[in-house]
């Protein structure tokens, strides 16, 4: 069965240092996402990518935060300078269609000291 | 108001019990509804779809009620694998996807 994946799993990180997050969406999925979900908390959505562009963003996903899609395979998502409150575990998703199912990667957790 | 919101739970059940988890959702242009459940440091994985005419998957059974603007999960015989957390999930119909907190279960032998 096709899954999405995400590496790493965990990566540790100071404050202020620059990460990138991997995934690989299902291959004839055509929209992406990114989520968080910080310890104890519930998931909170990030970002949405299509044809190549945000189609939606929320209010968590400022200037530090971007995604990118560098090639067929990958989808990626970059925070420029992380801070403390950036550690959670972000997850990838991704849909056949708009408002199809997600299905969700295992996972990166982020850890910001 | 919040976009999802769910019972606070947790509930805690025996085998065999019978649990109905209620969610409500704030933005009567939803289009599409969703049932998760998310083990303990785990990706929230699908359990079923909603839809206006109810469905059914073995145990569980959902309902969507868009007057009401109310989503629900019914477990029959409760298994101990079914502890986790059940998280509703509903979708603008655009490309924004909103996840209610979730409530927590435990089934006990």
């Known amino acids: 069965e096709p899954e999405v994946t995400q590496t790493p799993s965990h990566q540790v990180t100071q404050m202020g240092q620059e990460v990138i997050l991997r995934c690989v969406p299902i291959s004839n999925h055509l929209y992406f996402y990114w989520y968080r979900q910080i310890l104890g908390q519930k998931v909170e959505f990030l970002v949405s990518f299509y044809n190549n562009e945000i189609s939606e963003k929320s209010e968590i996903f400022d200037d530090q935060f971007s995604v990118e899609r560098p090639d067929g395979s990958n989808f990626t998502l970059k925070i420029r300078s992380t801070k403390l409150e950036d550690s959670a575990m972000y997850f990838c998703a991704s849909s056949e269609a708009m408002t199809d199912t997600q299905y969700f990667g295992p996972g990166t957790r982020l850890t910001v000291l | 108001r919040k976009e999802v919101e769910q019972d606070p739970g947790p509930f805690n059940v025996p085998e065999g019990a019978t649990v109905a988890f209620n969610c409500t959702y704030s933005n009567s242009a939803s289009q599409s509804f969703f049932w998760y459940r998310q083990d303990c440091r785990k990706e929230p994985k699908l359990l079923m779809s909603?839809?206006?005419s109810g469905n059914e998957d073995g145990r569980f059974t959902a309902q969507l009620n868009r007057a009401s603007q109310y989503i629900s999960l019914l477990i029959r015989d409760s298994k101990l694998s079914d502890s986790a957390t059940y998280l509703c999930v509903v979708s603008d119909g655009g490309f924004k996807t909103i996840f209610g907190a979730g409530t927590r279960l435990f089934v006990k032998a």
């Open positions: 909603v839809y206006s």
